[in-house]
């Protein structure tokens, strides 16, 4: 049998047919328009239509699952809050069930269902306790809480990328200055390298990037910094440095058995987490915790865990 994953992004719109060994049979992906619930919600489904008539045809599918970058309330009908997607207060579940009205239809933030990715048959297999951290344009955090995904008290938990980081601190796009996401996302760290690359026209981030803003990103940062660049490299150690100190609150908080951190910012490798962890190392209040380590499900794992929904339910 096969269930429907899907994960919005502020660009693209994924979508997957996943099977009962949570792979992906059949995939596709759409431009994300700011268009409002109900186009976005048909636009999936006749995408969804279209994957299931490729020969040979799927007759079937038992569920829909659908991540959204944002909070979504206790009932797990509205988003509340996608700032990236533009949608507030938006009933995607109802809208999103109006096009499949014979089956259920699931709605999660997406580091949630990134993290039931990861515990299906990633990095939490067999955990019970893990946490996931997304470091992309946002920060997204998923927690896994008894072997099951954790939605918080009231449903709307955990946005781990809006704890306050630094009290005061630089404006976050959710209205609030310091969040972790204000200095941990790849967003952040573009944001810095911009502002040395400036400060610094002797840099490596300036002479290669021309002094082009534009070309400025996080990998960019991190090539400049691996290269030997000493001004890329600050930028990088400061940020290394912001998420040691949000590793940090996570362990001393839940004690998890894994820490994971999934998103772009990753790829840096051990060139990222072994400072990490040193920096976890030398701050933290247990002389022993959990594993900090890469997510595994890379860009798969909003798809996957949107499909999951459905036994995280039962
Ligand atoms: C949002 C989260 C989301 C994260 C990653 C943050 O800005 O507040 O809900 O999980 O970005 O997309």
């Known amino acids: 049998m096969y269930r429907a994953g899907i994960d919005i992004g502020g660009t693209s719109i994924k979508i997957g047919l996943v099977d009962d060994k949570l792979e992906i049979v059949r995939r596709s992906a759409i431009p994300f328009q700011c268009v409002g619930g109900e186009k976005v919600a048909a636009m999936i489904a006749e995408e969804i239509h279209k994957l299931l008539k490729q020969e040979p045809a799927i007759e079937s599918i ?31 579940r109802a809208q999103l069930q109006a096009q499949f009205p014979s089956i259920p239809v699931y709605l999660a933030n997406d580091a949630d269902g990134a ?15 893990a946490v996931l951290l997304t470091l992309g344009t946002g920060v997204g955090g998923g927690v896994i809480l008894g072997g099951r995904m954790f939605s918080g008290g009231t449903g709307l938990g955990a946005e781990l990328g809006h ?17 972790v996401e204000a200095y941990c996302s790849a967003s952040a760290l573009k944001r810095d390298g911009i502002r040395a690359m400036h400060a610094h026209p002797e840099s490596m981030l300036c002479a290669k990037s021309g002094g082009d803003e534009s070309k400025i990103d996080a990998k960019f940062v991190i090539d400049c910094a691996k290269e030997g660049d000493a001004v890329a490299k600050t930028v990088f150690d400061a940020y290394v440095d912001h998420l040691a100190a949000a590793c940090i609150s996570i362990v001393h908080i839940l004690d998890p058995e894994v820490i994971a951190i999934g998103g772009g910012v990753c790829h840096a490798g051990e060139f990222l987490f072994e400072p990490l962890r040193k920096g976890i190392d030398k701050k933290c209040f247990f002389s022993e915790h959990g594993a900090i380590v890469p997510a595994v499900m890379g860009n798969d794992a909003g798809i996957i865990g949107a499909a999951m929904l459905a036994d995280n339910a039962k």
């Open 163 to 179: 704890m306050t980081l630094v009290n005061g601190g630089e404006a976050c796009t959710c209205g609030n200055h310091g969040c």
């Open 62 to 92: 038992e569920s829909v699952g659908v991540v959204v970058p944002g909070s979504i309330d206790k009932t797990q009908s509205i988003v509340i809050d996608a700032h990236n997607l533009g949608f507030h207060g938006v009933p995607f």
């Open 115 to 129: 993290a039931l990715a990861e515990l299906g048959r990633g990095a939490f297999e067999g955990c019970k306790t």
